[in-house]
């Protein structure tokens, strides 16, 4: 169709408006506050990239996150900054936000709408994490405000996602690094054996590391919660030392808080900060202990005679041992078995059950103002434990449909076994039989039920399943914490191709210790017999199985494949999934002496060129195939001697290239591998020029590469018109072409 120059600018006119009126977007009002420019936000926070958000569903957004102080409150900006939070996004348009841990049943707003479980686009719902589809709920090219509230309202934090062309314009860049301020709160609680200090405070936020001091020295790097012993010190019984804490990050080293500490001797305080005197807790009456609230092996014994300080006593509440105090609402250090934990908002404080393991344990709370300490002693009964090789899990014949997954490996289909008690510090064999039609993954998980945390350090076990094959996996751990409401859960990888897995048998059994010979591993119980194939390369045959990979010889001219009719380069890696015959190339291209004229106008001169194939490949099959490609190359002789005597496709002055397009034909027979080349409408004045010709032959190979082979050609092989009319002058074709031979000697103009 032909448009003329007016419509055609019309039409760019209209496609113009087009773009700028479908550009436009509208977006929720609710997304920014007025009062707030979030483009000067510094958007460094753990991770940025791309994915599929609301307005660029079919092309990835950039995005990055940013930290708004100004709407963030308490030790959850931390938390979600520097510790175990996080948000991010994943599988290209699915952002998760997780709070795992201190902050159970938090609530997640986006763009100021509060993220309900079943609301559209939620793809989890959970006490600890959210996962929302981005195309549903974050806008392109905006900044969307993300917030995470704690339970009882409290503390929040809120996050900035800017994305798309926000994105693009948002600062990366920090402020200069300031050094941090001192700590504060600094403690230090002796243990009962009089021989280590813990060493606690309240961590700063933009610390990296802590240095601690005795008298002013440095002695070492220090963690809060980290612990200083009286004989690494050289400390004296009864002498007072001033320790001290630092903190430090890449700008410097801030000033050293410090507290006078007395060395104990055999009758004196053991914590500093507190009256608790120094006591084996067994030693107290079984009859001031008091039994924890919902709970069966748990007693208590608040010291000091400070039980109207606990208004609220232990009590068992859900996962944790929850106590409230009638001290200042939040405290200055919260220490367990002389290990700080994080202080929480709030005169209160939770012990998880998991860490009140059989014995003794101590709970140390100390006032905002570090004036008053209150102790608690927790007596745990000794569980009644496992006999050696119970087993606790016992299981067989369950059959699993597995679908395939274009995504990749996907956790998605389950086999679990609850409850299961598991008792930290035990041994636990888990043992599966199962089978597979296609190869697939599949990963033993060991979680607290509800809270989805690991009893074992390592996160599970992953185990790989050859198709057709039986396997017994087995897997020895340990139990890193207690639980009654355990799972022993098999994650079955739906990747690749769908599967029927038949599991045999699954089991669990717990020990003391593991018997001799119990490893983890993965044993091959029965395997389908492996395909054979036999490959042939130049008559030397080799047996492969099916999958092997084999690679061709690295010199010549590469590999020619009998079967698929396919050139293969030197060296090439091929998998055998068939019987292979290979025959290396021989291609041999030469060029015939001399060369012709044209006896009509135009005026012209051609030459000719042979290939040919060896190794008993038939000429007629590669050279009439997409394998090999042939032509001329043709330039003068003076440029051809200025540039090395070297004429390649590769050459970097000027030369005609002309392809083949046909064998060469006599009149009685078509010869394959045979074809020629022409330079034609030569100029009168260039007939005594002498012209050079190099035929070739490229080898075109499987993976896109390709090879040339050249004839091999001296400067006997260049000619001119002239000089070829002078030989035709001499020989009986010159009485029937006379009148335009005669024109080529005496260069004369030869009219079309």
């Given at each position: 169709m032909n448009i003329s120059k007016r419509k055609q600018g019309i039409l760019a006119i209209i496609c113009t408006i087009a773009m700028i009126v479908t550009s436009i977007?509208?977006?929720?009002?609710?997304?920014v506050k007025a009062d707030t420019d979030y483009s000067k936000l510094t958007y460094n926070y753990k991770n940025k990239g791309e994915?599929?958000?609301?307005?660029?569903?079919?092309?990835?957004?950039?995005?990055?996150?940013?930290?708004?102080?100004?709407?963030?409150?308490?030790?959850?900006?931390?938390?979600?900054?520097?510790?175990?939070?996080s948000l991010n996004f994943y599988n290209d348009m699915f952002m998760n936000v997780t709070w795992h841990g201190n902050y159970p049943d938090a609530t997640l707003e986006i763009n100021g709408v509060k993220v309900e479980n079943g609301g559209v686009g939620v793809q989890v719902f959970a006490a600890a994490e959210i996962h929302v589809n981005a195309k549903e709920w974050i806008n392109n090219n905006a900044y969307n405000v993300v917030k995470v509230t704690s339970k009882d309202g409290s503390q929040y934090v809120t996050f900035i996602v800017a994305t798309g062309d926000k994105a693009g314009t948002s600062s990366e860049e920090t402020t200069v690094a300031q050094k941090p301020s001192a700590p504060t709160g600094l403690v230090a609680n002796i243990n009962n054996l009089k021989t280590d200090y813990t060493i606690a405070f309240a961590n700063v936020a933009t610390a990296t590391s802590y240095k601690f001091y005795l008298d002013g020295t440095y002695k070492k790097d220090i963690t809060n919660g980290g612990i200083v012993t009286i004989e690494e010190l050289g400390l004296e019984a009864g002498k007072t030392y001033k320790f001290g804490v630092s903190a430090v990050n890449a700008a410097g080293e801030s000033d050293i808080t410090t507290i006078d500490v007395k060395v104990p001797g055999n009758e004196e305080e053991t914590t500093t900060g507190s009256s608790t005197k120094p006591f084996d807790p067994s030693t107290i009456e079984d009859s001031k202990w008091t039994l924890a609230l919902n709970s069966e092996t748990v007693?208590?014994?608040?010291?000091?005679?400070?039980?109207?300080?606990?208004?609220?006593?232990?009590?068992?509440?859900?996962?944790?041992?929850?106590?409230?105090?009638?001290?200042?609402?939040?405290?200055?250090?919260?220490?367990?078995?002389?290990?700080?934990?994080?202080v929480e908002e709030g005169a209160f404080c939770r012990v998880k059950a998991s860490d009140l393991t059989s014995g003794f344990h101590t709970l140390v709370v100390t006032d905002?103002?570090?004036?008053?300490?209150?102790?608690?002693?927790?007596?745990?009964?000794?569980e009644e434990e496992y006999k050696d090789g119970e087993v606790l899990v016992n299981e067989s014949n369950q059959t699993k449909e597995v679908p395939a997954y274009a995504g990749g490996d996907?956790?998605?289909?389950?086999?679990?076994?609850?409850?299961?008690?598991?008792?930290?510090?035990?041994?636990?064999?888990?043992?599966?039989?199962?089978?597979?039609?296609?190869?697939?993954?599949?990963?033993?998980?060991?979680?607290?039920?509800?809270?989805?945390?690991?009893?074992?350090?390592?996160?599970?076990?992953?185990?790989?399943?050859?198709?057709?094959?039986?396997?017994?996996?087995?897997?020895?751990?340990?139990?890193?914490?207690?639980?009654?409401?355990?799972?022993?859960?098999?994650?079955?990888?739906?990747?690749?191709?769908a599967t029927t897995m038949v599991f045999e048998s699954k089991k669990l059994t717990t020990y003391n210790e593991v018997p001799n010979g119990v490893k983890t591993g993965v044993e091959v119980l029965e395997a389908p017999e492996t395909t054979k194939y036999t490959v042939s390369i130049d008559g030397k045959e080799e047996q492969c199985k099916e999958g092997d990979l084999i690679s061709v010889p690295t010199e010549g001219q590469g590999y020619y494949d009998v079967t698929k009719k396919v050139a293969y380069a030197p060296g090439a890696v091929l998998a055998v999934n068939e019987n292979m015959t290979l025959k290396s190339i021989e291609l041999n291209v030469t060029m015939t002496p001399g060369a012709s004229i044209r006896l009509a106008a135009p005026t012209g001169l051609r030459f000719q060129t042979t290939v040919t194939s060896g190794n008993g490949i038939a000429a007629d099959e590669i050279l009439n195939s997409s394998t090999v490609t042939t032509g001329t190359l043709i330039t003068t002789l003076d440029l051809y001697r200025t540039n090395g005597k070297t004429l390649t496709k590769d050459s970097k002055y000027t030369f005609l290239d002309i392809a083949n397009n046909g064998w060469f034909n006599d009149g009685t027979k078509t010869e394959t591998g045979k074809f020629c080349g022409s330079i034609i409408k030569i100029?009168?004045?260039?007939?005594?020029?002498?012209?050079?010709?190099?035929?070739?032959?490229?080898?075109?190979?499987?993976?896109?590469?390709?090879?040339?082979?050249?004839?091999?050609?001296?400067?006997?092989?260049?000619?001119?018109?002239?000089?070829?009319?002078?030989?035709?002058?001499?020989?009986?074709?010159?009485n029937k072409y006379k009148d335009i031979i005669d024109r080529y000697i005496d260069g004369k103009e030869i009219s079309e």
């Open positions: 977007t509208v977006y929720n009002p609710r997304e994915a599929f958000m609301k307005g660029s569903e079919n092309t990835k957004s950039p995005w990055k996150v940013a930290i708004d102080e100004s709407q963030s409150k308490g030790d959850i900006v931390n938390w979600m900054t520097t510790g175990a939070g007693s208590y014994y608040i010291a000091d005679g400070k039980a109207d300080k606990v208004p609220v006593k232990p009590q068992l509440e859900g996962d944790n041992y929850y106590i409230a105090f009638s001290l200042a609402a939040k405290f200055k250090s919260v220490t367990f078995d002389g290990v700080s934990k994080d905002h103002y570090g004036k008053e300490s209150i102790t608690i002693y927790f007596k745990v009964a000794k996907y956790w998605q289909n389950e086999y679990n076994n609850a409850p299961v008690k598991y008792v930290k510090g035990k041994k636990y064999v888990a043992e599966v039989v199962v089978s597979s039609t296609a190869a697939k993954k599949i990963k033993m998980v060991f979680q607290r039920v509800n809270i989805w945390d690991f009893v074992d350090a390592n996160s599970g076990y992953e185990a790989s399943i050859a198709a057709g094959n039986k396997v017994k996996i087995t897997y020895v751990f340990e139990a890193t914490q207690s639980t009654n409401n355990g799972n022993f859960n098999i994650y079955l990888g739906s990747a690749a191709d100029q009168k004045e260039n007939y005594g020029r002498e012209f050079i010709a190099v035929g070739y032959a490229i080898i075109n190979y499987s993976d896109g590469t390709s090879q040339p082979v050249y004839a091999k050609v001296t400067e006997n092989n260049a000619k001119s018109i002239k000089y070829v009319a002078e030989k035709v002058k001499k020989s009986e074709a010159y």
